[in-house]
Structures are given as C-alpha cells and as structure tokens.
C-alpha cells in the first residue's frame, strides 16, 4: 500500500521519484503514483530538487483539465516514507519509443499528434504555466494496434509557474529539446515550449533530435548556434510546408517562431487541411480536422477547447451522400445532426420550407420533446450537398460532462429563438418571407 491506494505494478523510475500503478478503492479507478525517493542516502542537492519538483506538480492538484493533460487527482507530503502524487492512470507508453528511425509514424499521426498536444498547452500556458520540459519521454501515448490514437501531457515538475510567489528553479529541462532562451536563463513565455514541442516533432519525423553531439559542451555550442538539418534531407517525404513549420518553431529567436500557440496549432492544421502530408489509404476525417471544423461553426461558438474535444471524442461522425434523407415524415427521432459540411432542405407535403447549411442543427427535437409524440418528425430532410454531420442521441448527451451539455442547451436555445423569429415574421409579413 502507498497510504490508502493498493499497488499493483511498478512502471518506472527517474532521477527523483519512482512511478507506480495502483488502484483507488474508493473511486474504483486505477491511479498512478509518483513517490520521490525517501530521504535516506540523498545528497542535500538531490533533497532540494525533489522537493521543489514535488512542490510544482502539489499545487496543481484539481487544477488542471483538458483531454490532453494528465489529471492530478492529490499530493500527500510525507517525507519520511516518501511524498506521492496521484495522478491520472494512462494505459500505453510514452512517445520515447516512436522516435526510433525503426519505429516512425506516419507524418499525419504526428501532425496530428502535435496538434494535440499545442491545443494542450496552450491550455496550460493560459493557466500561468510554462511546462518547460516537453520531451517525448513526458507525451504519453494511447495506442490502438500500431496506431496513436490519443495523447496526454505529463510530468509538471519543472513546471514556471507565472502567477506563484514561490522561489523557482530556472535552467531546468531536457537538454536535447530545450530552447536557447532556456540555457540562456532568460525570461521564458510560450514559445520556450513551442521550441520544445517542434523539437519533440522533428525527432518523431527524422528518427533524430534537432542537435546531436557526444559532448554536452557540444551540444549547447550547436543548440545556441547551429541551424538544424533541414527535414527533407532527412527523408524523401517531406513538404516544404512541413519542413518550414518544424524548423520555423525551431528558430533561434523567440520574436522569428510563431507567435502564440493558437498560430502553431493552425500551421499544423493546415498541414492536413491541405494535404502537405501524406494521406492514409482509408482517408478518415481526423481528429485535427474535426476539432478545426467544429471552431469554425456558429453552433459551437460559446464552446472552449476543452468542450469541443469532448464533442470531437464522443459525437459520432457521419457522412451523407445527395439524395439521402436524414429524416422522413412521421420517423420518430432519435438523434439530432449538426451539419459540419454541406447542406440539407427541409420538405413538408410537397413544398421546400427552408434551406440549412454548415453550422445549423436539425431534428433537435429528439433531446429537446418532453414526449415521444413530440418526437415525430413533421417534415423531410434531404441532403443537397455531400454532408459531414455531428450527431447525438438524448443518451450519448447525457454521458457529456455537465459544462458541456449547459453549452448545448444554450445552443440549443438560441436555434429556437432564431427560428420562433422566423416563423413570426412569416405570419406577419407572409409575402415578403414567400
């Protein structure tokens, strides 16, 4: 036992700490610790950096939710038999193993990858919070087969945070994928991290890091002076517009990398939007895409990062030809579609009623009817232009946290006043609307 939680296996060790699988009776989840070593046989150096790194991830205890960031659940300071962090549990390994030149990726999985992960930590970063130590090793990988289906940022404990009082260590981090300001020991934002994160993506690309060198001394000299090898030297598959958006977030300069995190995530995003990466032969709309398309639309504007993920993760995704009917008169309705691509016309007895595109929602009836009369749909819907839709059904709503089903329901409303408007102003000016 480490205090209440029931160990089950031992997963690692680092310089400070060890990391251990183990299950919470109480939640009825498995955890991951992370105990720093017991006192005994440490130097007074390794005592202080222990402590300050366990004191950086402490405070962030409960503060930290995004799909794509490691839950700390608690901390327990207990120096005698070793303080521990509880933290989300992620099934799979870290991105460590993907940077063998034997073991690459597909660029778009990478691509996509490094979406995820700027969409995180730009999360992060507008918590106060600089990571600073963004390294493969740190990215843990959700893996379905040979393919990473998901990923999460771990390790706060060389976190800056901007908004604490407390004394910090600065010129922490991982050499290989640090940024000049880093080892300068300069005043670090974002962009110190989006270094590290194009770093953490030129190595998962060429099977190399940015700089290598057997020497540290080396290393810094090359790091703080050298450009690096350019990714189409590195394999043959390389677009110009991929190579540019790597080694653009590599530039020595903070003030010549893109500027924020939201400008990098869209650079990556446009890498797939238009095709500067190779396809897979399945061609599925990913994640990237649909995260992009769905910021783009009316119905999903009061929605934050963290609530069009979860849309992302749990709508189901459908494509609809010409000619298919969504809805037909009379079918009870069970789900609701928003249209991400494309366009519908609604049908009663003959007649076109209205005309719907991207970013509007039909058949929402089906959540919103107190009964299942209500639910019968009234008219047809018919796709005119080939659809991409989000749908969902009253049950597959309800397992959406609370933050995100209110943003629906507030969605939601503004549809029915925009089209109770509608409807009074055809009843008032019958001729103008005809």
């Given amino acids: 036992m480490i205090g209440k939680y029931r160990v089950l296996q031992r997963l690692g060790e680092g310089a400070t700490s060890e990391v251990w699988r183990a299950h919470d009776d109480f939640h009825g989840r498995d955890v991951a610790i992370k105990q720093v070593h017991a006192t005994e046989g440490r130097s007074a150096s390794e005592l202080h950096f222990a402590s300050h ?18 839950q700390i659940y608690d901390a327990v300071d207990d120096p005698v038999g070793g303080s521990y962090l509880v933290m989300e549990y992620v099934p799979g390994v870290t991105l460590r193993g993907f940077c063998r030149p034997d073991r690459l990726l597909p660029l778009e999985q990478v691509v996509e990858i490094g979406f995820k992960c700027a969409m995180a ?85 060429s099977g190399h890091a940015p700089f290598e060198a057997d020497t540290q001394g080396a290393l810094l000299n090359l790091i703080c002076h050298a450009e690096p090898v350019p990714l189409s030297d590195r394999r043959t598959d390389i677009s110009p517009a991929l190579n540019q958006t790597i080694c653009g977030a590599l530039a020595k300069r903070a003030a010549d990398r893109p500027a924020d995190w939201d400008t990098f995530a869209r650079q990556l995003s446009a890498l797939i939007v238009n095709h500067d990466v190779p396809r897979s032969k399945l061609q599925q709309l990913m994640d990237t895409e649909r995260f992009t398309l769905l910021r783009k639309l009316e119905f999903f504007a009061d929605f934050g990062d963290v609530q069009l993920w979860e849309v992302v993760r749990r709508a189901r995704w459908q494509r609809f030809h010409f000619g298919h009917k969504l809805y037909r008169r009379g079918q009870e309705g069970r789900q609701f579609h928003i249209l991400a691509q494309g366009e519908v016309e609604v049908w009663r007895d003959a007649l076109r009623v209205a005309t719907l595109g991207a970013g509007t929602s039909v058949g929402e009836m089906a959540y919103l009817a107190p009964s299942p009369e209500l639910r019968l749909h009234s008219t047809d819907v018919v796709v005119t232009e080939p659809c991409t839709t989000i749908s969902f059904t009253p049950d597959t709503l309800a397992q959406l946290s609370p933050d995100t089903r209110g943003r629906f329901d507030a969605a939601f409303i503004k549809v029915l006043v925009r089209r109770l408007h509608a409807a009074h102003e055809a009843l008032a000016h019958p001729r103008r609307i005809l």
């Fill in 53 to 70: 790194f366990f004191a950086a991830e402490a405070a962030l205890v409960g503060k930290l939710n995004h799909p794509n960031v490691v």
């Fill in 121 to 205: 930590l730009d999360y992060v970063w507008r918590q106060g919070l600089i990571h600073r130590d963004v390294k493969p090793a740190n990215i843990l990988a959700v893996t379905e087969g040979d393919e990473v289906i998901d990923v999460k940022i771990s390790d706060f404990g060389s976190v800056l945070n901007l908004e604490s009082d407390r004394t910090q260590i600065h010129r922490v981090g991982s050499l290989a994928y640090m940024s000049p300001e880093q080892l300068d020991g300069a005043a670090l934002d974002c962009r110190a991290d989006i270094y590290s994160l194009a770093a953490v993506l030129y190595h998962l690309i």
